[in-house]
């Protein structure tokens, strides 16, 4: 269970140093130590950056560098670590250079906007579209990522299955007529502006005559980089213009026709206000979309601890995704959240202190494992815990810790490098050249956003944990920890599966070391083994 909740909550390994005093602890001050720890915001960021499709380049054919994205990855990491109120950091990634545009981290925040992909090649033919398909980009993971609503479906026609018009769809897109990337140079105070001797460049969105947007490659000085009004278009085409967009959201999220509940909350005169608006109308839970935005995030939390969600299509919640497998405690959990003033941590607290969650992957009692699963194959009602593989970045950086590499810095510029031995969260995301390592374990490819990473087993996978220079580099790192110890076969498998080895799996051992001349290469072998064995990328 230590070790479960070890990995589901940072990502990390228990220490064989802190297990003894672990194990006599009562589960809830284990639970409060590990959300408390600098690492649950590494762990938990990556999942929402998926949902955000990060990455730190363009894409298309240049695919050029953005080379100030990383700190939204970091805001990402704070804010989950500070426990920000859900709310505040949905508003804050909408609109928070118009909700707080003195405080650096909200500018920051602004990056899930500017995230997607994006050409840097602009001819005149493809300007208005590619504008087109810059705001359809912001307001699509919007909708997936925040509501689990595919409001891009609504572009081109009224939503085949959901009750969203074109209409609503342009309505919602005008949000971001004026909203560009921009590079800015600001004070690094991380929240409040502090005075720091040091400025830095900013990615950000934001809008009005007082930024500068991203400097792109254009055929023509003429192209402009948005233009003043967004048009209902016919079939999602620019060159069939309806009538102007008038501002406002999806009706069928919206209990009321007077959109002035929302208008005017920005704090900053330059911009127009709509996206502040449509902040505060996304977590309004008595007239907006509040309560669904809790349901949400509440399942994307369920998902990461059991494997599935409440709602199984996690990315989508209407009429084309699954229904709830337990609909009251969806909105019962939801609710909890809200009352919780929006604050995640406790969520995950009673979660991890739940029945459901302590739940064994195997039999305690055979005729009745029999029973429920003939009943329930499909375990939707959590009488067992399916086994699960870890993800790319937490097998990797499994590795580097048991091996005793692992740079535990956190925070700053990502690289491509992939003999880096800082955790893999601070691997650079380079759309056109993705690590091959994080790749072949299922990596998101990172041009839309992904709910749900898939979990291949391949042939290529166990011959890399073999092959690969950077895998072999750990194992010799983790053999000589463990040569000067008194005990190696114990201390490889305590640091290894946090336990000690069953009196079979010694003699086996002893049985290989004493049969090869050179106990270097020999220990160097075992200790690749472990790494490549099936307890040490899924936990049990």
């Excluded at 398909?133 to 085949?160: E, K």
């Excluded at 991203?214 to 999602?236: N, W």
């Excluded at 067992?384 to 091996?403: F, T």
């Excluded at 925070?411 to 601070?426: C, D, F, K, N």
Aim: contains cysteine; hydrophobic residues 40%; aromatic residues 10%.
């Amino acid at each position: 269970m230590i070790r479960r909740l070890y990995f589901d909550v940072t990502g990390l390994p228990p220490t064989p140093e802190a297990l003894p005093s672990l194990l006599t602890a009562d589960l809830e001050s284990v639970v409060d130590q590990l959300l408390a720890s600098p690492h649950f915001g590494e762990r938990w960021a990556r999942h929402w950056l998926d949902v955000a499709r990060y990455a730190e380049s363009h894409g298309f054919e240049h695919d050029s560098d953005r080379p100030a994205a990383y700190q939204y990855r970091d805001f990402v990491i704070r804010a989950l670590n500070a426990d920000m109120p859900y709310d505040q950091f949905v508003r804050w990634q909408l609109a928070g250079d118009e909700l707080a545009p003195n405080k650096v981290d909200a500018q920051i925040a602004t990056g899930f906007l500017a995230a997607g992909v994006h050409p840097t090649q602009i001819t005149i033919a493809d300007a208005e579209r590619v504008r087109y398909d810059t705001m359809d980009d912001m307001l699509s993971t919007m909708g997936s990522a925040m509501l689990a609503t595919t409001i891009g479906c609504a572009r081109c026609h009224d939503h085949r299955y959901d009750p969203i018009p074109t209409s609503d769809y342009y309505r919602m897109l005008s949000a971001f007529t004026a909203t560009v990337r921009v590079d800015v140079d600001r004070n690094p105070g991380a929240v409040d502006s502090e005075p720091s001797a040091e400025p830095r460049t900013l990615l950000m969105c934001s809008e009005g005559p007082h930024v500068k947007p991203l400097k792109l490659h254009k055929s023509s000085e003429a192209i402009p980089d948005l233009y003043a009004q967004t048009f209902v278009l016919r079939r999602g085409d620019p060159a069939q213009k309806a009538a102007p967009a008038e501002f406002g959201f999806l009706r069928a999220l919206t209990r009321t026709d007077d959109i002035s509940r929302w208008m005017g909350k920005s704090n900053n005169p330059h911009t127009s206000g709509r996206r502040a608006a449509l902040s505060y109308w996304i977590t309004d839970v008595e007239a907006g979309a509040g309560h669904l935005l809790a349901r949400v995030i509440v399942n994307r939390t369920w998902q990461h601890y059991f494997g599935r969600g409440l709602v199984a299509t996690v990315n989508d919640f209407g009429a084309l995704g699954e229904r709830p497998s337990h609909p009251e405690l969806l909105d019962w959990l939801a609710t909890k959240l809200i009352e919780g003033g929006w604050r995640l941590k406790p969520l995950h607290k009673l979660i991890l202190l739940s029945e459901a969650y302590r739940m064994a992957d195997g039999p305690a009692n055979q005729q009745d494992w029999t029973h429920n699963q003939q009943l329930d194959p499909a375990n939707q009602y959590l009488w067992r815990r399916p086994v699960r593989r870890l993800e790319a970045e937490i097998i990797r950086d499994n590795a580097l810790a048991v091996s005793g590499l692992l740079d535990r810095t956190q925070y700053g510029p990502g690289t491509l490098e992939e003999s880096m031995v800082r955790r893999s969260i601070y691997f650079g995301v380079k759309r056109s050249k993705l690590i091959p390592m994080m790749q072949l374990l299922d990596w998101p490819d990172t041009l839309s956003s992904q709910g749900e990473r898939p979990v291949t087993t391949t042939a290529s996978q166990a011959l890399a944990f073999l092959n690969d220079s950077q895998f072999q580099r750990m194992a010799v790192a983790f053999a000589s920890r463990i040569q000067s110890s008194p005990d190696p076969i114990g201390s490889a498998y305590q640091l290894a599966f946090a336990r000690q080895p069953t009196q079979q799996e010694r003699t086996r051992v002893r049985m290989y070391l004493h049969g090869e001349r050179d106990m270097v290469t020999a220990y160097e072998s075992l200790c690749a083994a472990l790494l490549s064995s099936n307890e040490f990328i899924y936990i049990e």
